[in-house]
């Protein structure tokens, strides 16, 4: 026989006696040094969580960016308190695959348990069993703007304020929590597909959305100021990276639902959608430049951006059906050479997600422009979603921007989305981070859940497209108009409205609106919180549940909407106005 085939021989024969090995675990992706891929045998873990709260707790304005990874297992006796541009994430395919028993909490930024200015901070996919939380097995999420809280399991009660602190406005979406939620304090929230055993708490502006456990009661008794809507009629759920069983990383796109109440995930249910390797992925870093970002987006990659500031100086061109952008950690998009961050062409299936856009020095006309203008292609079977879509004007340094997003492509889903123009911090003023409008909607049958949108200098939102559908809608008008003459609108009336339908719209829907004013000059006030067209000519536009209120010491909101409503005043009067329907 020859030499070689009895060498091949016992080379077979070896094989077939030695050990079966398992296949290597792939190797973890280069996120870059802001991700941090954890597990429960992660040395000096307890310690590597506390380091990251205790640069971003304090960092309201700063530059650092986190994202926590949590690999499947249990996590015994962990604290995870969650700070500023901090986002945790479970890596399981099924939120249960990550369990922290311990803590997972967000804490008050302010004095007198103030949480108020708890910006910027998630957690998504995975359970926590508050064991190690504020007693009683509850864990405390003391919150308010752009804050996602989705795909959660809360093997205990949770509370969402701080003590007696004020907070101001949070999101659950796709969330269980086996025991009590208790609002307390806070001003505003929504709950879409989410369950409980109980909710307890009411103040201004409560609104349920396909939950099967809403709380009794309706808007607007005092108390029981709840806005409930059986069924969520259209929504796809946020994609989220996760690990499969044999250690590769994917993200998983679930699929479009339509009349769903409850969480997509419960008894381990696989709900239906697309996964994709993140092989398919570019993964971005700072520092990456938009043309290497759009070259990867038009060969056909998908993008995983990864915490940090990307300065751009061409938009983001999102063209492809079917891409998905996806954000962790806060990534920050800025330009300052005049360039919108983001457009994206009139095509189907567009995610946007987990995104972050700070306007720069000089005024792009708009942030972020979903569709072409004028388009008439509808995307009925496979709209656009941005899920977790924030935007600041100010705050950092001074910025100015005409409006931060505008939608024109019909059928467009939003899901979460806070577009602020500062306040406070640095950059702030009347002057210095001017910006007209947050939102301005062209398109047709957009639907909105969750839609924050405060301190523009006309209106917050201006809607032109008709069958419009906005479930929450929460609104600070600006503190800062310096005189009334310098706030009024080319009609004469005394400041802009917070929410404006256009006179050519006909059909268009909102449920839970509170709007509110924080005026800091004397003899400012404004006369209509909402402008909708008569309702003898378009009787198609309908709202349900709004209230307005006016803090701090000084002027009024007159009506709720158009003429009809009591007045929100701050003197000589009630400082609260309802309005159960219009018309």
Not at 367 to 383: N, Q, Y
Not at 424 to 445: A, I, K, Q, R, Y
Not at 551 to 574: F, M, P, W
């Amino acid at each position: 026989m020859p030499s070689k085939t009895i060498a091949a021989m016992l080379l077979s024969a070896s094989a077939l006696a030695a050990p079966l090995t398992s296949p290597a675990a792939p190797p973890t992706p280069d996120f870059g040094p802001n991700v941090h891929v954890l597990s429960p045998s992660t040395p000096g873990l307890q310690q590597r969580i506390l380091d990251i709260y205790e640069a971003q707790q304090p960092n309201h304005f700063g530059p650092r960016r986190d994202a926590i990874l949590l690999l499947p297992g249990t996590y015994e006796n962990l604290r995870i308190p969650v700070g500023f541009y901090t986002q945790v994430l479970g890596l399981g395919r099924q939120p249960d695959d990550v369990h922290v028993v311990g803590d997972l909490r967000a804490s008050a930024l302010l004095d007198n348990d103030n949480a108020t200015s708890n910006f910027w901070r998630g957690a998504e996919n995975f359970a926590v069993t508050p064991t190690l939380g504020i007693g009683d097995n509850t864990m405390q999420w003391a919150v308010s703007q752009a804050i996602p809280f989705r795909r959660m399991h809360v093997r205990g009660n949770m509370r969402l304020n701080q003590k007696n602190g004020w907070a101001s406005g949070g999101w659950f979406s796709d969330v269980l929590v086996d025991g009590q939620v208790n609002s307390a304090t806070q001003q505003q929230w929504l709950s879409r597909n989410s369950e409980w055993a109980s909710w307890t708490g009411s103040n201004w502006n409560m609104v349920f959305v396909g939950v099967p456990q809403a709380p009794a009661g309706e808007f607007p008794t005092p108390g029981q100021r709840f806005t409930k809507v059986d069924r969520t009629p259209l929504v796809r759920e946020k994609p989220y990276l996760f690990v499969d069983k044999d250690g590769a990383y994917a993200v998983r796109v679930p699929a479009l639902k339509r009349d769903s109440a409850g969480v997509s995930w419960a008894h381990g249910a696989a709900e239906p959608g697309r996964t994709l390797p993140l092989g398919r992925f570019f993964i971005a870093r700072p520092g990456d430049t938009a043309a290497r970002l759009n070259a990867q987006l038009a060969a056909g990659r998908h993008l995983l951006l990864t915490p940090g500031e990307y300065l751009l100086t061409q938009p983001l061109q999102v063209s492809r059906p079917g891409t998905v952008v996806l954000g962790i950690g806060f990534p920050t998009l800025r330009s300052d050479n005049g360039a919108p961050l983001v457009k994206t062409a009139d095509v189907d299936g567009l995610t946007l997600a987990g995104l972050f856009l700070d306007a720069g020095r000089q005024d792009a006309g708009v942030l972020m422009e979903v569709g072409r203008e004028g388009s008439k292609i509808r995307h009925r079977a496979d709209p656009t979603v941005l899920h977790d879509v924030f935007f600041r004007i100010g705050g950092v340094a001074a910025g100015r921007v005409h409006t931060a997003l505008r939608i024109h492509a019909h059928d467009t889903l939003v899901d979460h989305t806070w577009i602020w123009r500062a306040d406070h911090g640095d950059g702030v003023g009347w002057t210095s981070n001017p910006s007209v409008h947050g939102l301005v909607v062209d398109g047709e049958d957009v639907t909105i859940y969750g839609l924050f949108v405060e301190h523009f200098q006309q209106e917050q939102v201006v809607w032109r497209g008709n069958g419009g559908r906005v479930y929450f809608y929460q609104s600070e008008i600006p503190y800062d108009p310096p005189t009334q003459a310098e706030w009024t609108d080319a009609a004469g009336g005394r400041g802009f409205a917070s929410y404006k339908v256009a006179d050519t719209v006909t059909r268009h829907e909102a449920w839970g609106l509170g709007i509110y004013s924080v005026f800091l000059k004397p003899d400012v006030v404004l006369d209509r919180a909402i402008e909708a067209p008569d309702p003898k000519r378009a009787p198609g536009v309908r709202f349900h549940h709004m209230i307005t209120v006016c803090l701090v010491d000084k002027g009024s909101i007159e009506h709720i909407i158009n003429d009809t409503g009591d007045a929100a005043r701050c003197q000589g009067g009630s400082n609260t106005a309802t309005l159960k329907d219009y018309p």
